[in-house]
Nanobody, 120 residues
Framework: QVQLVESGGDMVQPGGSLRLSCVAS????????MNWFRQAPGKERELVAS????????RYTESVEGRFTISRDNAKSTLYLGMDSLKPEDTAVYYC?????????????WGQGTQVTVSS
């Protein structure tokens, strides 16, 4: 079965950096686009970054553009999110996500999440 396991969350000071990892199993990792979402307390879950296609096309939400970098290592079935210049508003639980679609039916898979706290 599909499994996504995140790690790398921590508490850091504003301006600090972190790299999150998501180890995937149970599917052909290299064939699927992957996403990072986050959810802050009292807020809806939001899409942070996506990577897809043979050329590793990347897209970011505006608030993290230029500070976060999504990447993948297909040999290790691992997705990464590099985060620089962290701000208190980046505090959230970060989730790895993969979606499959057959016809009109979409199935989403989620990891358990990893907590990122940015505070002085």
């Amino acid at each position: 079965q599909v499994q996504l396991v995140e790690s790398g969350g921590d508490m850091v000071q504003p301006g600090g950096s972190l790299r999150l990892s998501c180890v995937a199993s149970g599917f052909a990792f290299s064939r699927f686009g992957m996403n990072w979402f986050r959810q802050a307390p009292g807020k809806e879950r939001e899409l942070v970054a996506s990577i897809w296609g043979p050329g590793d096309t990347k897209r970011y939400t505006e608030s993290v553009e230029g500070r976060f970098t999504i990447s993948r290592d297909n040999a290790k079935s691992t997705l990464y999110l590099g985060m620089d210049s962290l701000k208190p508003e980046d505090t959230a639980v970060y989730y790895c996500n993969m979606q499959t679609q057959i016809g009109d039916s979409i199935t989403e898979y989620w990891g358990q999440g990893t907590q990122v706290t940015v505070s002085s």
